[in-house]
């Protein structure tokens, strides 16, 4: 199994480009996430989805938009990027929801927004 | 703010010794976890402990919680290089149906 992917490792934009990022399980996991890292912050929740079909707005979600149209895959949107957007992107998935659940990250996605 | 937050946010110890790292949260929790993160890489479970559990043993990991003071630690025993890495603590909240991840301590474990 490879877990979750995350595509591209690595990326530079332009202010007001638009870019998607991808996600992808192979868990058959029903939540997934998507977070944002800056250094001394933390890991911030941006959407997350409860299952196939549904998302939902975390604790950062303006600028972002997100689809879950397969179970396995949870994609985040960049309509226009900002500065601000800099950082480093992790998904996530866990089997159901819940803090007892245990979330497996993927690798990340580096973003710089020039 | 956050829900947990964590100190020290940065620790640098030689091998061998025991690392310590504290999180504080601020609601009533089901269940704290902490994660591990390796430099460039995301993030990886170590350990869940339930609201109804005091101590929690995994290997060289000692886990406390104390709800009474909505804190936690987390104790690495005989510390390796390899060790050298950030420390999540997660909380879920009792009403909540998402992890909340601290700040992270970042511990640097010298050869």
């Known amino acids: 199994n490879a877990g979750v992917t995350q595509t591209p490792k690595f990326r530079v934009l332009k202010t007001g480009q638009s870019m998607t990022l991808l996600c992808a399980q192979d868990m058959n996991h029903e939540y997934m996430y998507w977070y944002r890292q800056d250094p001394g912050m933390g890991l911030r929740l941006i959407h997350y989805s409860v299952g196939e079909g549904t998302t939902a707005k975390g604790e950062v979600p303006d600028g972002y938009n997100v689809s879950r149209l397969k179970k396995q895959n949870f994609l985040l949107g960049l309509e226009s990027a900002a500065p601000s957007q800099t950082s480093v992107y992790f998904c996530?998935?866990?089997?159901?929801?819940?803090?007892?659940?245990?979330?497996?990250f993927g690798p990340g996605t580096r973003l710089l927004v020039l | 703010s956050q829900q947990g937050e964590e100190d020290p946010q940065a620790l640098s110890i030689q091998e061998g010794e025991n690392a310590t790292m504290n999180c504080s949260y601020k609601t009533s929790i089901n269940n704290l976890q902490w994660y591990r993160q390796n430099s460039g890489r995301g993030l990886v479970h170590l350990i869940l402990?339930?609201?109804?559990?005091r101590e929690k043993h995994s290997g060289r990991l000692r886990v406390t919680l104390d709800t009474s003071k909505k804190s936690s630690s987390l104790l690495i025993t005989a510390s390796r290089a390899a060790d050298t890495a950030s420390y999540f603590c997660a909380s879920g909240e009792t009403s909540g149906s998402r992890l909340t991840f601290g700040e992270g301590t970042q511990l640097t474990v010298n050869p």
């Open positions: 402990i339930r609201s109804n559990e």
């Open positions: 996530a998935s866990s089997l159901l929801g819940g803090p007892q659940e245990t979330q497996y």
